[in-house]
Every structure is written in structure tokens, then in C-alpha cells.
């Protein structure tokens, strides 16, 4: 399949659907490039799903480089990765290298940013340095614990009004696309009509430009939390478990492996090494 540009997402508004998923490995890069998907997010997500912390505060640059260049190694499609917490919000001079980081050392194609109003003088310093930034409003998992946890967002006047603001600010300041988490499905549909560029969607209904899911939660191999939003294309944890746990039967009972699975020896044994005993 023939890579996005940044015109080519952003053509994408109004018209097919932006298919985005989350890698952070190489193996499975290579398996959603032949997929089809359009765009590989390399997310902070990775925190829960692969390093066993329990939130995205916790991961750092040199984590998110790593995984970067592991997708990047596996995967020709256009990849966008997070900036982890702490790696933007200090100063617009730390935002601007800690992006040239993911460029320079991982390939990336693009980086993604949590955050409204606030988050806009980085975006714009990013974007004049030559860089790509994606957006992400509603919840933000960096920054959970201010907004009272993993919860929907904008479902009142006053904070509606403020999502739709910040979704105006960040596409004026630069962004080629924008992430909507947990935020319903109406406002959602407003945002994504009162925008030039495209919205992906997250637990923010049908009427978004593309939508992104966690690959591991849609194959159900992260079973510890699955968010209502989730919809489970495959329950592969039971089958994991399942497959592990006949593996782990077969060796200690010694069935396995059996002649099939083993490598003849062509010379004779007791010649070669002189007769036992």
C-alpha cells in the first residue's frame, strides 16, 4: 500500500475513513502495514499494555524512541508518535527537540500532542521546524487526574464549548489532524464539521474522520481493562493462555517433542561415538 503524506490525510477529510491503529513492536507494524491501516500510532499506550505501568505518566522519551524505531524498522505506513508526558509541557525549546528526537533518531513521520489552548505555542514551534504534529483533546490520559479520571468529557455547556475552542486553536496553530477521546458522539460531530482537518475518533462516535483504536484491546489480548468504547475483533488472551498451557502440558508429560518436531541423525550413533557402555 502506497504511504500517506500529510495532503493525503488531510484530503481524507469528509471522504473514506482514516483507519489508525496502535504498534509498538516491529512483528506487529509488519502485520498491520499488510492490513492496510493507514496510519501506525506509536502511543504512550504502551506504558499499560507492554511495561506493566499503570498509567501513560510514567513513560519516557527513551521508552518511546525505542518502540518508534522498532515500528518504523517493520513498517513502511505513516507513524505517528506520542510525546510522553513532561517531554513538551516544560518549554517550547524542549517540545521542539524532544519532536526532532522522534524525526532524527526514531523516522517518524509525525508526533501527537495531549492538550488544547495550552499546548498550542509547542505545536505552532514544531510545526515551523519543520515537523508534523497530530492533536489529542478530550481525555487525556497524561493528564487524567485532572480531569477526575478516565471519564467522558464535554458533556456540559461550559466544557463543550471548551473542547470545541481548543479543536479550533490546534488546527489553527498547525495540526494536520486531531484525536478526540471520550467525548459524545454530537459534540464530536460538531467539532469534526467546524475543523479543516481531519478528527480521529476514540470513544467519540461515528461521525469522525477516521478512528484509532489499541490494537492489543482490539484483539483482546489486554484483558486487565477494556473501555466501553472498545469493540473486540478477536479474543486472543483465551487462546494465548489456552495454547501456553497445552505447551506446558505436553513438554512435561514428554509428548512433545516427538519425532515429528525432532531432527533425524543420518550416522550411526553407536559407531561415531563407540558402543554404550
Request: aromatic share 6%; glycine share 10%.
Amino acid at each position: 500500500m502506497k504511504k500517506l503524506t500529510i495532503p493525503d490525510i488531510i484530503k481524507r477529510k469528509g471522504g473514506e475513513k482514516l483507519t489508525v491503529l496502535t504498534a509498538y513492536d516491529a512483528s506487529f507494524a509488519r502485520l498491520l502495514d499488510a492490513a492496510g491501516i493507514d496510519i501506525l500510532l506509536v502511543g504512550d499506550s504502551l506504558g499499560n499494555v507492554l511495561l506493566g505501568y499503570e498509567s501513560t505518566v510514567p513513560v519516557t522519551m527513551e521508552e518511546m524512541l525505542h518502540h518508534a524505531r522498532a515500528v518504523r524498522r517493520g513498517s513502511s505506513a505513516f507513524v505517528v508518535a506520542d510525546m510522553p508526558f513532561l517531554s513538551y509541557q516544560i518549554s517550547v525549546e524542549d517540545a521542539v527537540r524532544n519532536a526532532g528526537r522522534f524525526y532524527k533518531e526514531a523516522g517518524s513521520d509525525a508526533v501527537k500532542l495531549e492538550g488544547g489552548a495550552e499546548v498550542c505555542d509547542a505545536v505552532r514551534a514544531i510545526v515551523r521546524a519543520g515537523m508534523a504534529v497530530m492533536g489529542h483533546i478530550g481525555l487525556t490520559p497524561q493528564t487524567a487526574a485532572n480531569l477526575g479520571g478516565y471519564k467522558v468529557q464535554g458533556k456540559d455547556a461550559d466544557s463543550a464549548r471548551r473542547l470545541l475552542a481548543d479543536a479550533k486553536a490546534l488546527a489553527e496553530a498547525g495540526v494536520f489532524a486531531l484525536v478526540m477521546e471520550c467525548i459524545p458522539d454530537k459534540l464530536a460531530e460538531v467539532i469534526t464539521a467546524s475543523i479543516a482537518v481531519p478528527t480521529i475518533g476514540i470513544g467519540a462516535g461515528p461521525a469522525c474522520d477516521g478512528q484509532v483504536l489499541v490494537t492489543h484491546d482490539l484483539l483482546g489480548m489486554f484483558d486487565k481493562f477494556v473501555p466501553r468504547f472498545v469493540k473486540g475483533y478477536a479474543s486472543l488472551a483465551p487462546q494465548i493462555k489456552d495454547a501456553v498451557s497445552a505447551f506446558r502440558d505436553e513438554v512435561r508429560s514428554g509428548s512433545y517433542p516427538d519425532a515429528e518436531h525432532s531432527f533425524a541423525m543420518q550416522l550411526d550413533v553407536d559407531k561415531l561415538f563407540g558402543e554404550k557402555g
